[in-house]
């Protein structure tokens, strides 16, 4: 368990907290690129507690700026995109992508907006449909070339939920290997064929036809190896069956995403990130490392579960997350339906929007959990002394540095050793359309 004070030093974001501190060292998904459409490129957002508004002006440059006008204070998410910036509506004040004011038309002819009026501004770019802010200090590190950046846009998928917790209740149940086989149980297995785009209902690894589901409800004791990398941690979760060893490699990238399989075939990478203390949300990148992804299927299924425009989910607290418990008798461990985004959405949901960690009892199966929450710690306070040492930022890294991460699902046959599922992952590899020559995987273990 943490005390209270080192839940607090963990969980809070505002610019002046410590966690705060450390998130403002790293890139942060911010918007889906389809959040600013063409007709009207503008958008209000919460972003770290701080409120801010994304526009693309005509010229196709990102800006991110304070939300509010510099001059009375009104919300610029309704302003007018034009000239070249965005322009308040209440007195017509245009602010530019770096938070310049450009014009200020009511004053008299000649007026120079001084540089005290400007915007409060943020660098952003758009990477593979999401558009991502830098709200630290100095110049913002490289973009790592981790697969989801790496793989052409036909080849991934992004979307974003929201959920109503603390951003760490989020990450932590990324990294927690053991639940999968309660939380996400099934109690008969479906059609592996039928499984496109929905996650633990296929095959339980690349060289084995045995379901998923029925993989995590007969073994449901894993074995769990966690190791630091230079990018935060990989995870090995390692079930034993009469067939063979199955292992499972996921991963937990700094500050808050999480890598792991989706199917044999494919990839997701995850960020929590906070809108403020008690919400925030989840970003994922689907990659595929086969055929070109069906992104309007994808789409369209999770649309399912959530409500436009701000991706809120359709089972919630308010209606019980569906929770049916005819269907927890028969069919799922949860009775919530077959999302497991909704499994998940209720267990980081349901303790509060900040868990109190002070009065957990941590069992053997939470010691990723135990590593990621050290490892936080740490970065935390090298943070606030200046020291730029952190994963997936190390001081004189660029983007190549930072490859991959692997993660996949493996079958192994008796006798073969553990690390025989690095052989698969570099098959899988080898053999996806966009990966070159030099597409191999190096990970830095840290002491």
């Given at each position: 368990m943490l005390t209270a004070a080192e839940n607090h030093r963990l969980t809070r974001i505002g610019r002046g907290e410590p966690a705060g501190k450390l998130?403002?060292?790293y890139w942060q998904p911010a918007a889906l690129s389809e959040e600013l459409p063409v007709d009207r490129p503008v958008r209000g957002i919460r972003l770290l507690g701080e409120d801010?508004?994304?526009?693309?002006?005509?010229?196709?440059?990102?800006?991110?700026?304070g939300r509010y006008c510099t001059h009375r204070g009104v919300d610029l998410a309704y302003g007018r995109c034009e000239n070249g910036g965005l322009r308040c509506p209440f007195h017509g004040w245009l602010f530019s992508t770096d938070g310049t004011c450009l014009e200020r038309p009511a004053e008299p002819a000649g007026d120079k907006p001084p540089r005290a009026v400007a915007a409060n501004a943020y660098p952003c770019v758009e990477r593979k449909g999401i558009i991502w802010v830098y709200m630290g200090p100095d110049t913002p590190p490289a973009f790592p070339d981790l697969?989801?950046?790496?793989?052409?846009?036909?080849?991934?998928?992004?979307?974003?939920?929201?959920w109503e917790c603390n951003w760490l209740q989020a990450a932590e149940v990324g990294v927690d290997p053991a639940h999968a086989s309660f939380l996400h149980r099934f109690f008969e297995d479906e059609d592996t064929s039928q499984s496109?785009?929905?996650?633990?209902?296929?095959?339980?690894?690349?060289?084995?036809d045995l379901p998923m589901t029925q993989l995590l409800r007969e073994y449901p004791r894993p074995k769990i190896k966690p190791?630091?990398?230079?990018?935060?941690?990989?995870?090995?979760s390692i079930r034993e069956t009469p067939i063979g060893t199955h292992v499972r490699v996921t991963n937990q990238i700094f500050p808050h995403a999480i890598c792991i399989p989706m199917s044999p075939t494919m990839t997701i990478t995850q960020w929590h990130v906070p809108i403020d203390d008690e919400s925030c949300y989840w970003y994922s990148i689907f990659t595929s490392f086969d055929a070109p992804v069906d992104a309007a299927t994808m789409r369209e299924q999770r649309l399912r579960e959530h409500q436009l425009p701000d991706y809120r989910p359709l089972k919630n607290r308010h209606n019980a997350y569906g929770f049916d418990p005819r269907e927890q008798a028969a069919r799922t461990y949860t009775g919530m339906g077959d999302d497991i985004n909704v499994h998940d959405q209720w267990a980081v949901e349901s303790p509060g929007p900040i868990t109190d960690r002070s009065r957990e009892h941590l069992a053997t199966t939470d010691i990723a959990i135990v590593q990621y929450r050290r490892a936080l710690m740490e970065a935390i306070a090298m943070a606030e002394a200046g020291e730029n040492d952190l994963p997936l930022r190390a001081a004189g890294s660029s983007g190549g540095d930072y490859r991959g991460p692997q993660a996949i699902d493996v079958l192994l046959s008796p006798g073969e050793?553990?690390?025989a599922w690095r052989d698969r992952e570099a098959a899988r590899r080898a053999n996806a359309p966009w990966v070159d020559a030099a597409g191999g995987v190096g990970v830095t273990e840290r002491a």
């Open positions: 998130m403002r060292l801010l508004v994304l526009f693309r002006n005509q010229a196709g440059e990102l800006g991110a700026i697969d989801c950046f790496v793989a052409p846009d036909s080849h991934s998928f992004a979307f974003k939920g929201l496109y785009g929905r996650q633990f209902r296929d095959r339980g690894a690349v060289d084995s190791s630091r990398t230079d990018y935060g941690m990989q995870i090995a050793p553990l690390d």
